[in-house]
């Protein structure tokens, strides 16, 4: 569904003395539909930069991107629109995904409206459904972000994101900044969104034994590079 080919990232810095850094070096990924995937590997490795690569909120410096079959590595943001809301990002810092002086209710409200989903009418009882969905009870919706704990803030991230219908999230250690008894409540939500919607993970972390329990498939990544790929035929996604 989602094919990396040869992906290369170079950054580059200065005007004068141009530094270029190559973060991403020659990765090559390929996410199947109901799959998670897991992308594993030290801090700096180059995990989130391909993340971003493959939502395509950056632009491989060289390599392809397709999506269903179509070349999307250098798609302009026109194009791009139907593909943003397909293959979407659960970033670390949940936080930063809200407004923080917007109310629950409204953040929920606005990726229907952005992406014209439901009519005005339908407005509320979608939001009633999202809530639902993500075990979440309608006290939440008259707070702002920082009235609510972690797990309750990336449950309303995960309900935007939902919404949307995507075909792949990328998951960018979306557990690590919550507690570890929050953290599995987290996943278990996401394993039964997957059982429900048929959605691809690309699960981003440094948990190796974490990513082995929930993904098909691992990449280890070092210093831009794919340097070994595991299967693990006994989990079922
Ligand atoms: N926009 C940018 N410009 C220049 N360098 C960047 C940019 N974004 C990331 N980098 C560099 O690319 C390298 C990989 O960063 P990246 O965030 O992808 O690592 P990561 O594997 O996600 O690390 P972590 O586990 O800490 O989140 C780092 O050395 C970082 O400094
Ligand atoms: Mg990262």
Do not use: W
Request: charged share 25%; with cysteine; proline share 3%.
């Amino acid at each position: 569904m989602l094919e990396a080919r040869r992906l290369v990232k170079v950054f580059v810095r200065g005007h004068f003395l141009r530094q270029r850094r190559r973060v991403i070096d020659d990765v090559s990924l390929r996410i199947g539909p109901s799959e998670t995937i897991g992308l594993v590997g030290c801090s700096g490795a180059g995990k989130s930069t391909l993340g971003k690569l493959l939502a395509r909120l950056l632009e491989p410096t060289s390599g392809q991107l397709l999506f269903r079959g179509t070349d999307i590595t250098h798609a302009k943001e026109r194009e791009l629109k139907s593909i943003r809301r397909k293959v979407q990002i659960v970033f670390q810092h949940p936080q930063s995904a809200l407004h923080p002086r917007m109310k629950i209710a409204d953040l929920l409200k606005e990726p229907l409206k952005l992406h014209r989903l439901v009519g005005k009418q339908q407005q509320q009882a979608a939001v009633m459904e999202m809530l639902a969905r993500v075990g979440l009870h309608r006290d939440v919706l008259h707070r702002y972000p920082a009235e609510l704990s972690g797990g309750e803030i990336q449950r309303v991230v995960i309900a935007r994101v939902m919404a949307l219908k995507p075909c792949i999230v990328i998951l960018d250690e979306p557990t690590s900044m919550l507690d570890i008894s929050i953290q599995a409540a987290i996943f278990h939500l996401l394993m039964q969104l997957q059982h429900e919607t048929g959605v691809s993970y690309v699960l981003i972390s440094h948990d190796l034994r974490l990513v082995e329990r929930l993904c098909c498939r691992v990449a280890i990544m070092e210093r831009g590079r794919i340097v070994e790929k595991r299967e693990f035929s006994t989990n079922t996604s």
